[in-house]
């Protein structure tokens, strides 16, 4: 009977041991929550100088996903009009977020990739589906994997339904729910967290149905989102309401952070937003409580250190494509930059 | 008075012939008209093939011949491999059985090393063959079995039969591995390998934070071209592979490393922990501009620890030194960085030069980058020994596997892509699918047969090659710009804007179709309405 | 005794780097007082590639840059993203001018063959890598100038230039931060260190004018041209106001809020040049004492250039400049040739655009005059008058390309001589049409912006021209360059139209009218066809649906 204890206490133990050798390979991180890269997708959609609010909401959630370790690389950012370069803007190339000046979220390090006209409903829903026209660029291409995790950031001016794209055309909440249920077929994502700031925001997610989605809006069907203050110098609301108290929160959360995202749904309570903070988590498999924040506003890349490098004995050299070895020194020289021949034609003719 | 009852009679049946005129033009040729003009131009796709595909089989057929020097070991030998793979749906041992003729086994006893051996044996069969395999008996083995670099595997008796199983298992084929490439979700080695594609660039940039203090002296095109452009054309049957450069000065990144004191050269050394190391990575990215290629980009970086803070030593989770000759680091689908660090003799002199070793630091590259295609390192089998490699060429049998296994994931990839693409298509019933986008699909399936039938008779390139169109080419079908929902006038709309116009036309024309069958039928129509 | 040590070392340094690896980085800044209460910096860094080596691997070059050109056989690209209007009048003329908004032309090699399709996918690439709009060039707003655009570059001989090149404008797009930061990450030291750190965009997008630009060619490695280099050429030009910085008296701090830290450790060469020719009219100090004064004579006129050589060691370094005494605000004295354009005509149906070009040489001046019209607004080459002539003397030569609705813009390039101290003036008229309501942007009562115009000029004098010969790289080849002509290519002022726009609301309305509309005309018509009308007797009895509407009747009457 101690014998057969014995025996199996140790074949435990060989077992397990096996399995954590066999196991050194896969980083902490993957067993907590399996994915494997993070990207965000942040879109404003509204065009003039007085929606200049929309332009430091974008801009502070690009700021704050930047800061907690998002590449550029993997962040597409929309921004209808230009607000920094204005000439209607007193301070150029900055936007605060608060009449004090307190922090400038358009910085000095910002990368725009959709700017001006290219934001309209079709690139966006193209960038979603991933059918982008073939030239495009790889930074204005959302190339993201099974294992990706997207955050979607969409502020405007929204309706019932509807989110309003530079005041003259509109994508619906039914087209929005299509356009993520393709990216799942696809397996282009592995989990999205999406936001919405603007008005009725909560009906934009009121018809997704595909998997794996949270999902959480400024105010609820029938409310309004509202600004927070004026800034009497540049003479427009600076920024709103939701967005500013999400950046209030994200400016204490750093990198190794051990927040929850449930206590990022309930950042901005009606005393403070004045309407009431949408959520829908039916989609999303996990409990908030334990998704960290880090999941979706930070960056994880698996590191894996290497300890077997290759031994070679010999330097190896290419061999090189044979090249034809008669190259004729080509003549060239400076062409005059002014058509004096045809002066001169004129003038003799 | 009977003129009157014919003339209003010719009136009423002038009247019901223009009633009727309007019913027939509105309805019997206006309403199959419209529906056919607002009718979109779609492609007949095969969803018949399509849905068919869950019932092709998978399986790769590979050649195994089995060398022994009498007919009882080669059948003990073979019915344990046989055995072994019977359950396996993703490969299929064709085994074939043969005797080691006298001349040859006396060779194989008495030379000298396994290398010679494998020479040896190489004469007689055909070892450059793709999708081949040889288990050959050799007496003086010190271990059950031996493998290199070949497509040979020695073992030394009947006894050493399980371990020769378990290699074939395990290192050989990589079944686990295999199954890996074709299921739902992904397992650690499809995490880490890059996703299939025509071909890849490949960047190496030197990192060199400190110009002015430290002069590194490398030739990083020559090295480039030289140690990864010898490894990457023994993978040219897979992918074609651009070879790049460059340098990132100034690039400076704070480790937050710890000074340690210890007995080296220097005295000390300076700890990183390995939470930090992914912050390099988003610096690195940020000048490496991989997003101007096409293709997907593996990075390879080397970072110059500038003389004030080297050594640099990577801490790993739990807080122990790694002990390996060169510090450096990989992340899935992204590349790999070696932190180089100069010697303490380089940092003495009054302009510190480092010269890298070349040789170590391309080692380590090039064996990150076989983990980022595809290549998976085995474990220890005990009893069996793997001769550890020693140039920068892959084993033979790794690149057959690395073929099987990207066959797999190509052709996979490919079903679901498509029948993702018939679902979607099939739901939504107002999306143009033109001829680009049917010949694609067409192409796609027909390449998807094709390859299997190839994988079936074991014509591994051939399948590989097959399997790669068909990926492409329903990657391009899915991609296709035109698949835009948005573009094309939804179908509940097509009410919305023709409903209005038709609606008012349509109710005088309906309601005085019973008046048309009451006249018809002879029945005298008498309704009237006051005014 | 350290500092010498210091320079035997970098010296060293320098040459071992252009041993081993060919790659040569120089950095400079030109700075220059204009009239009245203006100062122009320009900024230029130089990287010098060796055309060998191949496009693949690069070592000071920027390598997303060289993969770019490589790939899409581009001989030689200009791109310039400025934001606001240089004016020649006032100021003389730029290093380099620039339209406003965007503007990129590329020759591409001779061996390419469709040079459309590589110019679509060069735009595409090129959007993604500096964060603008050029995604935007297509066909329909490209054209090719035959007479006004040359190759700065070398080119082979008896090659065919002109159907290689391409020149776009953009004129809407907008210059800010975000194209500043990829613009940076293409130099060396990126903007850690050296000159690059000055270019703060809270300072520099504070200014009248500013252009960042990046301008590659292939250059001659020795005289016989048999060797070639690639040039890699990213610059800056701002031009500052002094009621921006609040005084008279500029220095780096005040201009972009920082000084100077030291050049950058991988430049050979890192010079500051200053223009105080207007320092014998208004007298000014600067500190720290510059290194040496340079006379330059250059086409008839004297330039003094101080020069500061600076040093890759860490010191900062703040360049300023003292006036004496209160300035009076300098005369400015019109340059050789300056030019205004302007729009003509009200409504929403016809109008035209004016040039301008006013001579004030003693002797004749050639220039080449392109306009650019975008397709919607046809120009009427049947209206072309110059000095309200039609068939003028002054034209020596006349191009015009007819423009195609919705593929091609309208192009016309005249060669005209313009006469001592006159002034030309060049009309020719458009209409409006009609757009599509989906080719509408979404701030269509905005406007819509007409490109500048580009003038290229042989000037015979170096009054107020500041341009590097066309041999030259670096900034010191403006000493002492005398030549016979001194070309340019000048860029004028861009237009706005107000083009007529539909009410966007329309759709809606039009939907529920037309409904209306065909319910209330084929009723009518239906009843007529197929029913009576009948007479009915009084005295009749009445349903109670009639005795309704009878009631309703009545009460109207």
């Known amino acids: 009977m101690y014998l057969n204890n014995v025996i199996s206490s140790v074949l435990l133990l060989i077992a397990t041991s096996f399995s954590i050798t066999s196991c050194a390979e896969i980083p902490e991180q993957f067993l907590k929550s399996n994915h494997s890269n993070n990207w965000a997708v942040l879109v404003d959609t509204s065009r003039f100088w007085f929606n200049y609010r929309h332009v430091a909401n974008v801009l502070s959630i690009y700021r704050s996903v930047k800061r907690l370790g998002i590449p550029d690389s993997q962040i597409i950012l929309m921004i209808s009009d230009d607000m920094a370069c204005n000439p209607r803007n007193p301070r150029p190339a900055t936007i605060f977020n608060n009449a004090h000046e307190q922090i400038n979220v358009y910085g000095d390090d910002v990368e725009v990739d959709y700017r001006g006209y290219e934001v309209s409903v079709e690139n966006f829903v193209r960038l979603l589906t991933g059918r982008v026209p073939p030239d495009t660029p790889r930074s204005k291409r959302l190339l993201t994997d099974e294992g990706s995790n997207i955050l979607i950031y969409l502020t405007g001016h929204g309706g019932d339904g509807f989110l309003k794209f530079q005041d003259s055309e509109e994508i619906t909440s039914q087209e929005l729910a299509d356009a993520l249920e393709q990216m799942w077929q696809k397996r282009r994502y592995n989990e999205i967290f999406f936001i919405i700031d603007t008005c009725q925001a909560s009906s934009m997610y009121e018809k997704f149905y595909s998997p794996n989605i949270l999902a959480t809006a400024s105010s609820l069907v029938g409310e309004d989102s509202l600004s927070h203050h004026v800034d009497s110098a540049i003479g427009v609301y600076i920024i709103d309401r939701y967005t500013y108290y999400v950046l209030e929160f994200l400016e204490n959360v750093h990198p190794n952070s051990k927040r929850s995202m449930s206590e990022f749904l309930a950042v901005c309570p009606k005393s403070a937003c004045l309407s009431t903070v949408g959520v829908r988590r039916d989609l999303f498999k996990r409990n908030p409580d334990k998704v960290p924040i880090t999941d979706f506003f930070g960056s994880v890349r698996p590191v894996i250190i290497t300890t077997d490098p290759i031994n070679i004995l010999d330097a190896p050299k290419r061999k090189k494509k044979p090249e034809n070895k008669t190259k004729v020194p080509e003549k060239r020289e400076y062409l005059p930059q002014f058509p004096m021949h045809l002066v001169q034609n004129t003038r003799t003719g | 008075m009977a003129k009157q009852e014919r003339k209003g009679e010719t009136e009423e049946s002038n009247r019901m012939w223009a009633s009727a005129s309007f019913v027939g033009v509105l309805i019997i040729i206006g309403l199959p008209l419209w529906w056919k003009t607002t009718e979109v131009y779609r492609v007949s796709l095969p969803f018949d093939k399509i849905s068919s595909f869950d019932t092709l089989p998978h399986a790769i057929t590979t050649e195994l011949s089995v060398l022994a020097n009498d007919d009882a070991t080669a059948t003990e030998i073979i019915g344990l491999i046989e055995h072994a793979f019977k359950d396996s749906d993703v490969i299929k041992l064709k085994i074939s059985k043969s005797i080691i003729s006298k001349q040859l086994q006396s060779t194989l006893e008495f030379v000298a090393d396994e290398a010679e051996a494998v020479e040896e044996v190489g004469v007689t069969f055909d070892l450059t063959q793709h999708n081949s395999f040889y288990v050959v008996q050799r007496k003086p083995l010190f271990q059950d079995t031996w493998l290199a670099g070949d497509r040979v595997l020695f073992f030394r008796d009947a006894k050493a039969a399980t371990t020769v199983v378990e290699t074939l298992k395990r290192v050989v084929y990589q079944t686990a591995v295999l199954e890996g490439a074709k299921s739902e979700t992904a397992d650690v080695a499809r ?6 594609g025509a071909g890849y660039h490949i960047v190496l940039s030197v990192v060199h934070p400190n110009p002015e203090a430290l002069d590194v002296e490398l030739d990083a095109g020559e090295a480039v071209e030289d140690y990864i452009g010898s490894f990457v054309d023994e993978l040219s049957v897979l992918h074609n592979f651009t070879l790049k450069s460059q340098w990132l000065h100034l690039l400076d990144f704070d480790f937050q490393a710890k000074e340690v004191k210890d007995t080296s050269e220097w005295g000390r050394h300076f700890s990183v922990r390995t939470e930090r190391l992914h912050l390099l990575l988003t610096r690195l990215e940020e000048r490496a501009a991989t997003h101007v290629s096409e293709l997907p980009t593996l990075n390879l970086a080397l970072y110059a620890v500038r003389c004030q803070a080297a050594p640099l030593i990577i801490y790993d989770l739990n807080d122990k030194k790694v002990s390996s000759p060169v510090q450096a680091f ?9 932190l180089g660090s100069p010697s303490a003799g380089d940092c003495r002199h009054e302009r510190a030069i480092w010269r890298p070793n070349v040789r170590l630091i391309m080692g380590t590259f090039i064996s990150q980058l076989r983990k980022l ?21 892959p084993r033979q049998w790794e690149i057959d596997n690395l073929l099987r296994i990207r066959t797999l994931e190509q052709l996979t990839s490919a079903e679901r892509t498509l029948q993702s693409l018939a679902q979607l298509l099939g739901e939504i019933s107002n ?30 390139v051939e399948a590989y090659k097959m399997s790669q169109s068909a990926f492409l080419a ?43 069958l009451l006249w018809f039928r002879g029945k005298p129509i008498h309704k009237e309405k006051t005014d | ?61 920027p390598r997303s840059l060289t993969e770019v050109i490589s790939r899409f056989q581009v001989e030689e690209l200009h791109l310039t993203l400025t934001e606001g209007q240089w004016r020649h009048h006032q100021w003389g003329y730029p290093v380099l001018d620039a339209a406003p908004g965007a503007e990129l032309y590329a020759w591409f090699s001779p061996d390419v063959a469709d040079v459309d399709t590589q110019w679509k996918k060069l735009t595409s690439t090129l959007s993604g890598l500096f964060c603008a709009s050029l995604n935007f060039i297509d066909n329909f707003n490209t054209v090719t100038p035959q007479m006004a655009l040359w190759p700065m570059g070398a080119v082979k001989s008896g090659q065919n230039v002109t159907s290689q090149l391409r020149y776009a404008s953009l004129p809407r797009e907008i210059v800010c931060t975000e194209n500043l930061t990829p613009w940076k990450k293409l130099l060396p030291c990126e903007s850690s260190r050296g000159f690059s750190s000055l270019l703060n965009s809270r300072m520099i997008h504070n200014t009248n004018y500013h252009s960042i630009g990046v301008h590659v060619r292939k250059i001659c490695k020795s005289n016989d041209c048999s060797e070639t280099q690639l040039e890699i050429k ?26 100077l830290p030291g050049a950058c450790p991988l430049s050979s060469e890192s010079k500051i040049y200053i223009d105080i020719t207007s320092n014998d009219t208004h007298a000014y100090t600067l500190t720290p004492p510059p290194d040496n004064i340079i006379v330059s004579q250059r086409g008839g006129s004297d330039t003094r250039l101080a020069v500061y050589n600076i040093k890759a060691d860490g010191q900062m370094i703040n360049i300023g400049a003292k006036h004496n005494s209160k300035p009076d605000l300098p005369v400015s004295i019109p340059p050789p040739l300056h030019f205004n354009r302007y729009i003509l005509g009200y409504g929403k149906e016809f109008g035209g655009i004016v040039t301008e070009l006013t001579n004030n040489c003693w002797t004749s001046i050639n220039v080449v005059v392109l306009e650019n019209a975008p397709w919607w607004l046809p120009l009427q080459l049947s209206s072309l008058r110059v000095n309200g002539q039609a068939e003028s003397s002054l034209v020596l030569s006349q191009y015009y390309s007819p423009g195609r609705s919705r593929q091609k813009p309208y192009h016309l390039e005249l060669l005209i001589k313009l006469p001592p101290r006159s002034t030309t003036t060049v009309t020719i008229d458009f209409e409006f049409v009609f757009l599509k309501w989906q080719e509408y942007p979404p701030d269509a009562n905005h406007g819509f912006y007409v490109g500048s115009a580009l003038i290229s000029a042989n000037l015979p004098t170096a009054r ?15 000493v002492n360059a005398s030549k016979q002509w001194y070309p340019i290519v000048f860029r004028t002022n861009g237009a706005m139209v107000s083009l007529p726009t539909p009410d966007f609301s329309m759709p809606y309305n039009v939907i529920c009218l037309a409904c209306t509309v065909v319910a209330l005309a084929f009723g009518p018509l239906h009843n007529i066809c197929t029913k009576e009308l009948v007479l009915k007797p009084l005295g009749t009895p009445v349903s109670l649906t009639q005795k309704l509407f009878n009631l309703f009747k009545k009460k109207r009457d």
């Not at chain 2, 995490?191 to 299939?196: A, D, E, H, L, N």
């Open chain 3, 464 to 478: 107020n021209y500041t341009s590097l010969p066309i041999a030259g790289t670096t900034f010191d080849s403006v």
């Open chain 2, 191 to 196: 995490q880490t390998r890059f996703p299939p």
């Open chain 2, 373 to 393: 295609l595809g290549i998976t390192d085995a474990e220890h089998i005990t009893g069996a020994h793997l001769e550890p490699l020693r140039s920068v060429t």
């Open chain 2, 330 to 338: 990989m992340s899935p689908k992204w590349g790999g960085v070696v």
């Open chain 2, 431 to 460: 999306i143009v699918i033109n001829d680009d986008v049917g010949a694609s699909i067409n192409s796609a399936v027909d390449s998807i047969q094709r390859a299997s039938e190839l994988m079936q008779k074991g014509d591994l």
């Open chain 3, 1 to 61: 005794m350290e500092s010498i040590r210091k320079l035997i070392y970098y010296s060293i340094l320098i040459t071992i780097f252009q041993y081993v690896y060919c790659d040569d980085f120089k950095e400079e800044i030109f700075l220059k007082p204009l009239p009245p209460t203006h100062l122009y910096g320009y900024f230029q860094f130089v990287t010098l590639v060796d055309s060998e080596t191949s496009s693949f691997h690069s070592h000071l070059a």
């Open chain 2, 474 to 516: 329903a990657e391009t079908a899915f991609m296709e710009p035109s698949l835009l929902a948005l573009l094309y006038f939804p179908d509940d709309q097509k009410y919305a804007i023709y409903i209005p116009l038709f609606l008012p036309i349509m109710f005088p024309v309906v309601l005085s179709l019973k008046n048309l």
């Open chain 3, 234 to 259: 990213q610059t800056v030009a701002l031009v500052y106001d002094y009621d921006i910085i609040n005084s008279n008296d500029w220095s780096f701090r005040k201009l972009f809020g920082q000084g």
